[in-house]
């Protein structure tokens, strides 16, 4: 699931605090969404982006091929992640606010979506070439590092249940 369909859920749950009593949102039911809930597409792809053009810079600069620039990448997108997801929040909170003719409200997300977008961002970034370069390391980690992405984002999304997080 895309950080943009988590902040509109965001938005709507802010928003549905101040709704009538008896106007219940619609839910609904996707298979796949245990596993992709906390997914942040939008950093994944993005950083896959990156990872794919910092590929060519150790051929233009020298000096930055030296092993480090999959990791500094890997950060960076780790802190982009909940930014990102807060901003996005904060503007669809806005934009439900508007639409339902209401008053803005203090933005006050819940903590636990932003933290785990970024957790599922640090398992699932691990997947992408550039990241890890010790060919060792891939060849004894890599299944672990796959089944642990898959394994980290269903815990998460049971997260939510301990949390008494519903879906707007």
Same mark, same amino acid.
């Given at each position: 699931?895309? $950080?943009?369909? %988590?902040? /509109? *859920?965001?938005?709507?749950?802010?928003?549905?605090?101040?709704?009538? #009593?008896?106007?219940?949102?619609?839910?609904?039911?996707?298979? &796949?969404?245990?596993?992709?809930?906390? $997914?942040?597409? *939008?950093?994944?792809?993005?950083?896959?982006?990156?990872?794919?053009?910092?590929?060519?810079?150790?051929? /233009?600069?020298?000096?930055?091929?030296? @092993?480090?620039?999959?990791?500094?990448?890997?950060?960076?997108?780790?802190?982009?992640?909940?930014?990102?997801? $807060?901003?996005?929040?904060?503007? =669809?909170?806005? !934009?439900?606010?508007? !639409?339902? @003719?209401?008053? #803005?409200?203090?933005?006050? #997300?819940?903590?636990?979506?932003?933290?785990?977008?970024?957790?599922? &961002?640090?398992?699932?970034?691990?997947?992408?070439?550039?990241?890890?370069?010790?060919?060792?390391?891939? =060849? !004894?980690?890599?299944? %672990?590092?796959? &089944?642990?992405? $898959?394994?980290?984002?269903?815990?998460?999304?049971?997260?939510?249940?301990?949390? @008494?997080? =519903?879906? #707007?």
């Amino acid at each position: 699931m895309s $950080l943009l369909t %988590l902040s /509109a *859920e965001q938005a709507a749950r802010a928003v549905a605090l101040t709704r009538a #009593p008896g106007a219940e949102a619609p839910s609904r039911q996707d298979p &796949f969404d245990i596993l992709s809930r906390y $997914l942040p597409t *939008e950093t994944i792809t993005l950083f896959a982006a990156a990872m794919a053009g910092v590929a060519s810079l150790p051929k /233009a600069v020298p000096a930055w091929g030296h @092993g480090r620039q999959g990791w500094v990448m890997y950060a960076t997108f780790a802190v982009l992640t909940p930014v990102l997801f $807060l901003a996005l929040s904060y503007i =669809k909170q806005r !934009e439900a606010e508007i !639409e339902a @003719g209401q008053a #803005p409200q203090p933005f006050r #997300p819940h903590p636990w979506p932003p933290i785990a977008s970024c957790i599922a &961002f640090l398992v699932w970034a691990l997947s992408i070439q550039g990241v890890v370069n010790d060919p060792q390391v891939l =060849k !004894e980690w890599g299944g %672990l590092i796959a &089944f642990s992405a $898959l394994s980290v984002s269903t815990v998460l999304s049971l997260i939510d249940r301990v949390l @008494g997080l =519903k879906r #707007p």
